[in-house]
Nanobody
Framework: HVQLVESGGGLVQPGGSLRLSCIASGSFFSTNDMGWYRQAPGKQRELVATATWGGSTNYIDSVKGRFTISRDNAKNMVYLQLDSLKPEDTAVYFC??????????????WGQGTQVTVSS
């Protein structure tokens, strides 16, 4: 069983910053991908950023240059630094872990989500 717990969401003014954290516990392979997704009201969940075990990162275009994903493999944690926040970044942010059991097959695990609200 794998458990993901997020923290760090909140209310922030436009242009402000937040740092989200996620800790993973349970049984999973070391070669996993971790990332962040978000879901705004009335919209589908979308990928925000991912980081592989080896440190490669990927971002959606709308957050490039503003958000930074990082991970601490020793602590089984992944972080998302959110800078220059915009109202359209308002969403519930979910931590994700992809536990690979072959080179191409994996199982997804999700946290419960943390609310980020950007408003003046």
């Amino acid at each position: 069983h794998v458990q993901l717990v997020e923290s760090g969401g909140g209310l922030v003014q436009p242009g402000g910053s937040l740092r989200l954290s996620c800790i993973a516990s349970g049984s999973f392979f070391s070669t996993n991908d971790m990332g962040w997704y978000r879901q705004a009201p009335g919209k589908q969940r979308e990928l925000v950023a991912t980081a592989t075990w080896g440190g490669s990162t990927n971002y959606i275009d709308s957050v490039k240059g503003r958000f930074t994903i990082s991970r601490d493999n020793a602590k089984n944690m992944v972080y998302l630094q959110l800078d220059s926040l915009k109202p359209e970044d308002t969403a519930v942010y979910f931590c994700n872990l992809k536990n690979y059991f072959t080179s191409t097959q994996y199982r997804d695990y999700w946290g419960q989500g943390t609310q980020v609200t950007v408003s003046s």
